[in-house]
């Protein structure tokens, strides 16, 4: 089984005002835990940036089985019974989202898609629309062209899939050292020759670029 055959979840919650830091309190203490201890792997967590009480966090299986059967565990056993009033008592219910991930088939994934070991890291949460059909056109101009570019101005990619759900919807996870690293390779990356030569190609695919989210990532128990 490899990093690309697993079924990713992306996780988006908002959290009731003013109950953030309990709700990582929990989420570390006592979510993760119970998480880990049923084989499911967490991949990531932190808030955007843009959007105080919204909190990310990224979950792996190893296929749909294990999904299945590991969420199964999770949300049917005492340990979760006991606290899951609580825990959804922070969250606005209905603001809830799970997106369904599946690894770009070229593309070796980061161990984690938010890391936490440093601080000063910007890490930027990408969702593009690519036009319909063209996904395939895409991902080949992504893993050729575009990445090569970003390893070049040291920026670093975490993981790149598309959406389980949508095929016209693909996700990227990439990270800067910090706020002078992020304003330098930009304008190095758009602003230079290489980006002149596949601009084109790359509006001639890409629909939409807007939704962008920079995590800042929290202390979370990675093992």
């Not at 979950?59 to 199964?72: D, L, P, V």
């Not at 991902?139 to 062209?145: A, C, V, W, Y």
Request: net charge negative; hydrophobic share 35%.
């Amino acid at each position: 089984m490899t990093e690309r055959d697993q079924i990713i979840e992306l996780r988006c919650y908002q959290v009731k005002p003013g109950l953030m830091r309990e709700w990582i309190d929990a989420f570390n203490n006592e979510v993760v835990p119970i998480n880990k201890d049923n084989d499911a792997r967490l991949l990531g967590s932190g808030i955007n940036s843009s959007a105080e009480n919204e909190f990310i966090w990224f979950r792996g299986f190893k296929n749909a089985e294990h999904r299945e059967k590991t969420r199964s565990l999770i949300y049917e056993g005492s340990p979760w019974l006991k606290i899951q009033d609580r825990i959804r008592g922070m969250l606005e219910l209905d603001s809830r989202s799970e997106t369904l991930l599946k690894h770009n088939e070229f593309w070796e994934p980061y161990e984690y898609l938010i890391k936490n070991e440093e601080k000063k890291e910007i890490q930027e949460l990408r969702t593009y629309t690519i036009e319909s059909g063209r996904m395939s056109d895409w991902i080949r101009l992504f893993n050729t062209k575009i990445a090569p570019l970003h390893f070049k101005y040291d920026v670093s990619i975490h993981g790149s899939f598309v959406v389980s759900s949508d095929p016209d919807k693909f996700v990227w996870v990439r990270s800067f050292k910090d706020e002078e690293h992020q304003k330098i390779s930009n304008k190095d990356i758009y602003q230079g020759k290489e980006w002149a030569l596949i601009q084109e190609s790359v509006r001639d695919v890409l629909k939409d670029y807007s939704d962008n989210k920079v995590i800042t990532s929290i202390n979370w128990f990675a093992d």
